[in-house]
């Protein structure tokens, strides 16, 4: 299945929420949504998911446009919002159980579908808990277990990484490989954008709700590559050694990481040499000098100005 968001606008009054925003992903892919607060995240993901209502445009899953018929599209679509909502004293088998009649399965075919998710997303030995008494991981959980009940063929989650401990982050991350592996396509959101690099094939970054950059990771990448990124240690003062890279003929963006110095260079890769042969004429004592390989996260960096959160 290809789902393609077209032109996509959402007004609050005066507000332009999102604004001819536009982009595609397809089944089998996880696709990172990136972008700072009040980028238009959120919005754009309830339209997606038939919850709120474009001021113009559309979202298309195949054929089916989700404006004109979005009873049908909300069947295809499970939506995991940033935090779960419902009234805590029920269990996690009423609440996932519920969701199941809602869609329509009864029955057999209910009863296997709420023990399915729930040995998949590893809740069932929480079934009988009231969902007042669970974690933020297991609560999360269970807001998956529940967007999965009517076997949705396309999954979007609002920053469900959040909250969570490492060990919380790293299982959601395995179960979404999981998901993608059987067909599904998954839209994410997530500040933490180390775990989107790790595994996302591709991502839309927003801002002020247009999009900068849309498409497969590999494409994004090259088109960025134009620039190489270097990563420079050297044993000469990190003052001394920042005042002559800004003064260097080629480089941009030069700062410090650590016990690192890391800076782009433009042009033939002639230049970054260049850029070694000046440094060691000033003295400066180079101890590694290397090409780094740009990901997804420096992308986002770059792009937004550091404002990703």
């Known amino acids: 299945m290809k789902i393609i968001v077209e ?9 332009i929420a999102v604004n001819d925003v536009s982009f595609q992903f397809e089944s089998g892919q996880i696709f990172g949504f990136v972008g700072p607060n009040g980028a238009g995240k959120t919005t754009t993901m309830r339209i ?3 919850l709120d209502e474009p001021t113009s445009g559309d979202v298309r899953l195949d054929n089916l446009s989700i404006v004109e018929d979005p009873e049908r599209a909300r069947h295809l679509v499970g939506f995991v919002p940033d935090e779960l909502r419902a009234y805590w004293d029920t269990t996690v088998d009423d609440y996932i159980d519920f969701f199941a009649r809602a869609y329509g399965l009864k029955g057999e075919e209910r009863e296997q579908a709420v023990n399915s998710v729930e040995e998949f997303t590893n809740v069932t ?63 994410i959101s997530s500040h933490i954008l180390a775990e989107l690099t790790e595994i996302c094939h591709g991502a839309v970054i927003i801002e002020q709700g ?6 497969q990771t590999e494409e994004i990448v090259s088109k960025r590559e134009q620039k190489m990124t270097y990563a420079l240690r050297s044993m000469s003062d990190p003052d001394h050694l920042m005042r002559d890279l800004l003064q260097m003929p080629h480089i941009d963006q ?20 260049e850029i070694l ?7 400066h004592r180079i101890v ?7 990901n997804l996260e420096d992308i986002f960096m770059d792009i937004t100005e550091g404002k990703v959160q």
């Open 7 to 15: 032109n996509l606008r959402r007004e609050f009054g005066q507000t």
């Open 48 to 50: 997606m998911a038939t």
């Open 125 to 187: 030995g929480i079934a009988n808990k009231q969902l007042r008494a669970l974690s933020k991981g297991m609560k999360q959980r269970v807001s998956l277990a529940r967007a999965l009940v009517s076997d949705p063929e396309i999954l979007i989650l609002d920053e469900p990484a959040a909250g969570l401990d490492p060990r919380a982050r790293i299982e959601l991350r395995e179960l979404l490989s999981l998901l993608a592996d059987q067909g599904k396509a998954i839209f």
């Open 210 to 215: 247009q999009i900068l950059e849309a498409g």
């Open 254 to 273: 030069p700062r410090q990481a650590g016990n690192e110095f890391l800076f782009e260079v433009g042009g033939a890769e002639e230049n970054a040499f």
């Open 277 to 283: 042969n000046l440094l060691i004429q000033k003295d």
């Open 288 to 294: 590694e000098f290397r090409q780094t390989k740009t």
